[in-house]
């Protein structure tokens, strides 16, 4: 007969964060369970009542180096790692005046959020956790009669089990903490290694540089139901703290599951979004593509806008604004057209109440998300390897009007514009827009030439006019061509990087055609 679970009877507990500290050490003494601390831990259980064993008497060592050397002693770690049922293990306990620990309840010092407030250099150092992890993964390791709580939202599901198993936990459960264990450790080393990887390879000795070896985590959100084909299994994995207003952060408030493209084209229709403060925007993406980007005085507005530029593509597209969701607006969106998914900062009842009777459209609402963006870095990964390199975060050098013409107010507007646009365009990049909206976009063609060709037609297909427009290519002109070829559709102003071995010949021709002409010195590949 199976022998029961090991009962919890020793605790040691050592937080830095102390959240829900004391209605844990209230349910675990209310079942007679000894609390053994350390440090502020200690202080902090005493302080509100609590009888607490300071680990210095367990060991009959006390706390020395600034508290740096506590915890790394035989009896804590034989008392976490000692085999139960080992008559061996057994035997050395009793030697050594062993006696086991049945839980430990820890999380580390802070070094990812000393690290992400800019702390110098010494003080990211001095908050690297020693101890802590070394008891976690002894823990972890003899799960099969010790509990590992390494994270604050696991106290109440660690009370309800020991609930109903009369004190105790069971093996699966323990399980399942030790393996989260292991990820929060590993996730905490891997913090550790990018960060001094990068000082040390940085000439300046600060954090940006690209550390010689690189470690990643995420946790799984969702499983998915195929990738971006049925025959592909796929899931979708966020990072421990996603940035706000990002598809990892969202909260799908409608809708069927997520799936595989719908995540990517979320992604590229908030990043282009997020590029419009001034007033409120709409942005359409149909795979990972803007088919239609405008910015109006109300919601309403820039969704007709974005509607109207390629009606075709939208069907089937993924919807993302700027402010509020209105209920105006999104009972138009459902009338007009199938749409896969809709993401906003926040949504309205009204909103909300429009949207549901569309079972399958996703809602989104995403938070806030932060005007100036925080740098960060973007992962790619090829076969065998991964592509790492600072997202492109930064719109121009500077804006310098090179032609004989300057552009009017309204173009320079629209010049602006089509830029923030284009640069969320797949390369090659050509973007058609007037007024505040797009007329034409033209994307991921081998050549620019073919790419202001393609805005074009899908201008007259949508009905728009193109006379009178403003025109942005992602990348310079190689040749005039590229640059002729939007003059005879009909714009009348052009925003490129410049660099070009040809600018002069790209200049003259602008200036042959009465073309103004504006240089960022900054161009916006995306691949």
């Known amino acids: 007969m199976k022998e029961p679970e090991p009962r919890i009877r020793r605790a040691l507990i050592s937080l830095s964060d102390k959240s829900g500290l004391e209605d844990l050490a209230r349910a675990l003494a209310e079942r007679n369970v000894q609390l053994i601390s350390t440090g502020g831990t200690?202080?902090?259980?005493?302080?509100?009542?609590?009888?607490?064993?300071?680990?210095?008497?367990?060991?009959g060592f006390p706390e020395i180096m600034d508290g740096r050397v506590k915890?790394?002693?035989?009896?804590?770690h034989g008392g976490l790692l000692g085999v139960r049922g080992n008559a061996v293990h057994a035997a050395a306990a009793d030697e050594h005046e062993i006696t086991p620990i049945d839980l430990l309840i820890v999380n580390l010092y802070p070094f990812e959020q000393t690290v992400a407030k800019g702390a110098a250099y010494d003080e990211c150092v001095e908050n690297v956790d020693i101890g802590g992890p070394a008891m976690i993964r002894a823990a972890a390791k003899n799960h099969a009669s010790v509990t590992v709580v390494v994270d604050n939202t696991d106290f109440e599901p660690l009370l309800a089990e020991m609930s109903a198993n009369g004190g105790r936990t069971s093996l699966a459960f323990r399980k399942r903490l030790a393996a989260k264990a292991y990820a929060r450790t590993a996730a905490y080393d891997a913090a550790i290694s990018n960060w001094l990887g990068a000082v040390a390879n940085h000439p300046d000795g600060d954090a940006t540089g690209f550390p010689p070896t690189i470690t990643t985590q995420y946790r799984k959100s969702i499983d998915m139901r195929y990738g971006e084909n049925p025959h592909q299994s796929a899931a979708f994995y966020v990072s421990a703290t996603p940035e706000p207003g990002t598809v990892a952060a969202a909260r799908q408030l409608l809708g069927k599951?997520?799936?595989?493209?719908?995540v990517a084209d979320s992604d590229a229709a908030l990043e282009c979004v997020k590029a419009f403060t001034e007033r409120p925007a709409c942005v359409i993406?149909?795979?990972?593509?803007?088919?239609?980007?405008?910015?109006?005085?109300?919601l309403e507005a820039a969704y007709d806008l974005a509607y109207r530029t390629d009606p075709e593509s939208a069907f089937g597209g993924i919807i993302a604004f700027n402010?509020?969701?209105d209920g105006a607006t999104a009972a138009k969106i459902v009338e007009r057209q199938f749409v896969e998914v809709i993401l906003a900062p926040s949504v309205t009842d009204e909103a909300r109440e429009a949207v549901v009777?569309?079972?399958?459209?996703?809602?989104?609402?995403?938070?806030?998300?932060?005007?100036?963006?925080?740098?960060?870095?973007e992962m790619r990964t090829v076969a065998g390897?991964?592509?790492?390199?600072?997202?492109?975060?930064?719109?121009?050098?500077?804006l310098h009007v090179v032609t004989k013409r300057q552009p009017t107010s309204e173009e320079m507007a629209d010049l602006l514009f089509a830029w923030k646009v284009a640069k969320s365009v797949k390369s090659n990049a050509i973007v058609y827009a007037k007024g505040g909206a797009t007329i034409g976009i033209g994307a991921g063609q081998?050549?620019?030439?073919?790419?202001?060709r393609i805005a074009a037609i899908k201008a007259e297909m949508a009905g728009l006019d193109i006379k009178g427009s403003a025109v942005a290519s992602d990348a310079f002109f190689p040749f005039a061509d590229g640059l002729l070829s939007a003059a005879e559709a009909g714009a009348t102003a052009v925003i490129q990087p410049g660099g070009s071995m040809r600018d002069e010949e790209v200049i003259a021709a602008a200036d042959e055609r009465g073309l103004a002409m504006v240089l960022t010195g900054m161009r916006h590949f995306r691949h």
Do not use: I
């Open 42 to 59: 200690a202080a902090k259980l005493k302080g509100a009542g609590f009888a607490v064993t300071d680990v210095a008497d367990v060991t």
């Open 71 to 76: 915890t790394l002693h035989p009896k804590v």
């Open 257 to 262: 599951e997520l799936s595989y493209n719908n």
């Open 285 to 298: 993406v149909k795979h990972a593509n803007p088919c239609g980007v405008a910015e109006a005085d109300t």
């Open 323 to 325: 402010r509020e969701l």
């Open 357 to 377: 009777v569309k079972k399958n459209v996703r809602l989104m609402e995403t938070g806030a998300w932060p005007l100036a963006a925080t740098p960060r870095r």
């Open 385 to 398: 390897g991964l592509l790492v390199q600072d997202a492109d975060l930064a719109l121009y050098e500077r």
């Open 446 to 452: 081998m050549s620019r030439v073919n790419s202001s």
